[in-house]
């Protein structure tokens, strides 16, 4: 699986993003979905997670209520809906792909995209 995050950008806190991860070959349906996070400085953490069917959905605290996954498996296609967008957000997200049953555990995900860039400014 090949993945391709994309959607990243400047906005202002309060402000909102859509990002979206695109992913190559047949067998999308058959994984749970992730996104990740790094801001400078800082170690890579788990942000949301989504099951192969969509049914069952995962938060970091530090982003729930604020942020919504979804997929599409029809378009072999995650997104990461994020609202209320506070500067420490800033960070570069990745999508990941998990043929398990979907986890905030970075050593669950067999397969990384590459990340875009979300700034937020104050």
């Known amino acids: 699986v090949q993945l391709q995050a994309f959607g990243g950008g400047l906005v202002q806190a309060g402000g909102s993003l859509r990002l979206s991860c695109a992913a190559s070959?047949?067998?999308?349906?058959?994984?749970?979905m992730g996104w990740f996070r790094q801001a400078p400085g800082k170690e890579r953490e788990f942000v949301a997670a989504?099951?192969?069917?969509?049914?069952?959905?995962y938060y970091a605290d530090s982003v729930k209520g604020r942020s919504t996954i979804s997929r599409d498996n029809a378009k072999n296609t995650v997104y990461l809906q994020m609202n209320s967008l506070k500067p420490e957000d800033t960070a570069v997200y990745y999508c990941?792909?998990?043929?398990?049953?979907?986890?905030?555990?970075?050593?669950?995900?067999?397969?990384w995209g590459q990340g875009t860039l979300v700034t937020v400014s104050s």
């Open positions: 070959g047949r067998t999308f349906s058959s994984y749970a």
């Open positions: 990941a792909a998990d043929p398990g049953p979907g986890s905030s555990w970075y050593s669950a995900y067999d397969y």
């Open positions: 989504i099951s192969w069917s969509g049914g069952s959905t």
